[in-house]
């Protein structure tokens, strides 16, 4: 029986004005067989990451394509005029699962802050590009993704 373990994917990054990371809730990553079952972690293991990178290095790779994910939500966030004039800020856990293809789906929040900020994240989420799916043992596995977008009027 496989055992069952949950891969922690750290994503250190900021974005001025609009987003940044909670250093202190980490992104958390997790193979999802077929079945719904976890998969085992291990060296021959490589995570969901966004496109657009060409280093040869994991770790390089890894960074360019949190860089990366960043321009791409600093370029295309809105801030939710509804969510301004009321002064809300916080952030907002949005869920999703990185296919064997790449493309994303089962997008869900699962923490909003209202304001319209929830609908914002999905509609950022259902427009990105296809990211470089996880694998296992050299073959692409289904990955269940977390990722934290703050919200900041400053």
């Known amino acids: ?3 069952l373990i949950t891969t922690f994917l750290f994503i250190g990054f900021s974005v001025p004005v609009l987003l940044a990371q909670d ?3 980490p992104s958390v990553s997790r193979p999802i067989l077929s079945d719904n ?3 085992d972690g291990g060296p021959d293991e490589t ?3 966004y496109p657009g990178c060409t280093e040869v290095d994991h770790q390089l790779k890894k960074q360019c394509a949190e860089r990366k994910m960043l321009a791409y939500l600093s370029k295309n966030i809105k801030y939710p005029l509804k969510a301004r004039r009321r002064n809300i800020t916080g952030t907002v856990y949005a869920k999703f699962v ?3 293809d790449g493309s994303l789906s089962k997008f869900e929040i699962l923490q909003d802050i209202g304001g319209g900020c929830g609908k914002e994240v999905l509609r950022l989420l259902k427009a990105m590009p296809k990211w470089e799916p996880a694998t296992q043992k ?3 596995v289904r990955v269940q993704f977390t990722l934290p977008i ?3 009027l400053k």
Request: charged share 40%.
């Open 150 to 152: 703050k919200f900041d």
């Open 37 to 39: 079952t976890l998969v």
């Open 47 to 49: 995570m969901p990451l």
């Open 98 to 100: 990185v296919e064997k």
């Open 138 to 140: 050299g073959k692409p």
């Open 1 to 3: 029986m496989k055992r």
């Open 23 to 25: 250093p202190t809730r």
